[in-house]
Every structure is written in structure tokens, then in C-alpha cells.
């Protein structure tokens, strides 16, 4: 796979470049990307996925979210609605399907011979 950003090869599976770090946008298959859905993830969940869901939604990195949450849960006046906003988020946001998993192409098992001679 080649990166949209600095046009380096990087392994077909890889999210981010590991050149330049940018998000790669292209699925696995090549085909482009359906229309992005506000679901909790899967994935990357620590507590219920909505801060993994809301950084997979906005492309950036789920610990910025979940940092972000942590410091409106500790600072005095938005300590309720942010709460409560993760909790409506918890039950409001739908759970993303679990991403399949297609069997990896194994390498050929190379048996050495057993009559070899010294």
C-alpha cells in the first residue's frame, strides 16, 4: 500500500503511516470507505468505547478524546453534564459490529529432510 500523504510503501494493513504518520484512509480491500457512522467501538473500549468511537469518527487518537473527558469530568461546573453526557452517549450510541477477521495467508511449512548426511 502506498501513503496518500508522502507516497512511501507501508504494509497493506497499517492505520497510520509509519513514515510520516498520517491516517490512512483506504480499507484493507481497496474499495473506499462507506459513509462514517457515530457507533461506540468495538475495539478500542476501556469502558464502554464511546471516547474510541468518537476518536474513530473524527480520525484522531482515542487517548486525546479520552484525556479530554477526563479533564471536563475534573474541572468543577461541567462535572455533571459531562457524566451524564457519557452515560446518554453510552446508551444513545449504537455498538460497532466487530471488524472480520479473513484467515491470514499462511507461509509454506518447510519440513527439512531427516536423511541428510553429514
Not at 6 to 25: F, K, L, M, P
Not at 55 to 61: L, V
Not at 95 to 110: E, N, Y
Request: a positive charge.
Amino acid at each position: 500500500m502506498i501513503c496518500s500523504h508522502c507516497q512511501r510503501d507501508i504494509a497493506d494493513y497499517s492505520n497510520y503511516c509509519s513514515w510520516c504518520g498520517a491516517r490512512q484512509e483506504a480499507s484493507v480491500t481497496g474499495q473506499t470507505p462507506a459513509a462514517k457512522r457515530f457507533m461506540r467501538s468495538s475495539t478500542d473500549c476501556k469502558i464502554a468505547g464511546v471516547c474510541g468511537g468518537v476518536a474513530e469518527y473524527f480520525g484522531i487518537d482515542s487517548t486525546l478524546v479520552r484525556l479530554g473527558w477526563v479533564l471536563a469530568v475534573l474541572l468543577p461546573i461541567p462535572l455533571v453534564p459531562a457524566t451524564l453526557g457519557y452515560i446518554v452517549a453510552w446508551i444513545v450510541m449504537p455498538k460497532a459490529p466487530l471488524p472480520s477477521t479473513a484467515p491470514a495467508q499462511q507461509p509454506p511449512v518447510v519440513i527439512p529432510n531427516s536423511t541428510q548426511t553429514a
